[in-house]
């Protein structure tokens, strides 16, 4: 309590009446009541100002730098098991949820692809991760209850959330039962998985030398960028579309096309000869990365396609799932998952 709240009364009696009861020294009534010092009053404001002013400068000082240290954590101190982020899986992040399963038929999902993969082990994210369509065509491993399985990312799923994935029939049954319907599962990127060959592209339906869309495939890890240009004309950005084709508005003329792609960990390949034919699938000559990644050297520029490899970033693993199916048994380990850290810094 400070001095602005005590008791008027020096007895520790009732507050004092309204100064006008008449009652005075002499007059056979009770004591004098006396009025608040002036003092005190002044130093009852001083005490809660210095208070008021101690909590803003707390405020300000501790939480930039509370919030600094949270920023500043490993991804998944941040993320912890059930808190999602913008954007495909990608590096060494594990995101536990769970997974369900469906059948997509033929289709190749919101990604627009040609159709499934022939193996039939794919998966549909949720909104947050499908990114816009930024996850089409790269690969997680998914453990559950019975093992760990790779799949390749097809679709979007509308009405998952908190990191539930829907797994193909097929892949479900490699790591469940599929009487379960739904299982708690861990999930993470698969970095630089082995390719099947060369990049593939196809033209969108309606594309002219007025107007270019290009879907890019057989990339492996998620695609950051595609720039394309006729001739010796210089390179021109493209848009991702929802639908996993990349656009240009306005067209680049009628080809042939050199395109150039650029995944999230750097790897970039220039492919050339491209035609103006559209919904066909057209085989390039050039891989998105060295698929032997250990072997010194990288494959050597021909005439008709240039190859530029970086390293992607190195994991810290803690622990080794299974080899999932399909994959490289030197692929690599997953990484432990970690506490849910401070929310709300912004």
């Known amino acids: 309590m400070t001095e602005a709240e005590l008791p008027d009364s020096t007895d520790g009696g009732a507050p004092a009446a309204a100064s006008e009861s008449g009652d005075g020294p002499g007059t056979g009534g009770e004591a004098p009541r006396r009025r608040p010092s002036p003092r005190w009053l002044a130093g009852g404001f001083a005490a809660l100002l210095a208070a008021v002013l101690g909590l803003v400068l707390f ?40 997974a369900s399963h469906y059948d997509g038929g033929g289709s190749g999902g919101n990604c627009s692809l040609p159709g499934p993969p022939a193996n039939r082990l794919y998966v549909a994210l949720g909104s947050s991760q499908y990114a816009g369509s930024a996850a089409c065509g790269s690969f997680l491993d998914v453990t559950g209850p019975k093992g760990t399985v790779r799949v390749m990312v097809l679709d979007r799923c509308a009405g998952c959330t908190n990191n539930k994935i829907d797994l193909s029939r097929q892949a479900f049954a490699k790591i469940a039962d599929l009487s379960q319907g739904i299982v708690p599962v861990r999930y993470r990127a698969a970095v630089d998985p082995p390719l099947s060959g060369p990049l593939t592209f196809r033209l969108k339906s309606g594309v002219s030398q007025y107007w270019f869309a290009v879907q890019v495939g057989n990339h492996g890890n998620p695609v950051k960028s595609v720039a394309a240009k006729r001739g010796g004309s210089s390179w021109r950005a493209a848009k991702r579309g929802s639908d996993n084709y990349w656009v240009i508005d306005g067209g680049i003329g009628p080809g042939p096309y050199s395109i150039r792609v650029t995944d999230v960990y750097g790897h970039q390949a220039v492919a050339t000869g491209i035609r103006l034919a559209p919904r066909q699938v057209q085989r390039g000559t050039v891989r998105m990365y060295d698929p032997t990644p250990a072997a010194a050297g990288s494959p050597s520029p021909s005439a008709s396609s240039v190859l530029r490899n970086t390293p992607a970033p190195s994991a810290s693993p803690t622990s080794d799932p299974a080899t999932p199916t399909g994959a490289d048994p030197s692929g690599q380990p997953v990484a432990a998952a970690g506490r849910p850290g401070p929310v709300g810094c912004g």
């Open 59 to 98: 405020w300000q000082f501790s939480e930039p730098a509370a919030c600094a240290a949270a920023l500043a954590a490993p991804p998944l101190e941040r993320l912890g098991p059930m808190v999602e982020r913008a954007g495909p899986p990608v590096g060494a992040t594990v995101y536990k949820g769970k």
